[in-house]
């Protein structure tokens, strides 16, 4: 059994839950987020992306340590938005050393 942070468990329920979208196009299509996840193997460009979509929706972004495809058992996941405002608020609180707040 692998241990898992705080603010990993909270992603996880976030998409148990139905309250996440992840890739850049998805990402592109909400009408609002709480939360951008972006992941340090992204690239500059899709890094970019994800900081403007943070700033039209006035979230915070945080950069994953950890690769996305491990949290979300995704190929290729770069960029997640988080879109319920308690479980944003619970992971911001419980980001430890695995994030990084950006802007």
């Not at 996840?37 to 945080?62: D, G, L």
């Not at 988080?82 to 992971?91: M, Q, R």
């Amino acid at each position: 059994m692998e241990n898992k942070t705080k603010a990993e468990t909270f992603i996880g329920f976030a998409m148990r839950a139905g309250k996440f979208r992840i890739g850049a196009n998805a990402v592109q299509t909400l009408k609002r987020a709480e939360l951008m996840i972006v992941c340090s193997t992204a690239s500059e460009n899709t890094k970019k992306q994800a900081i403007s979509q943070a700033n039209k929706f006035h979230c915070p972004i945080i950069e994953s340590i950890i690769p996305l495809e491990n949290l979300t058992h995704r190929e290729n996941s770069k960029v997640m938005a988080i879109t319920d405002k308690s479980l944003t608020k619970a992971i911001l609180q419980n980001m430890e050393t695995d994030f990084i707040a950006r802007n």
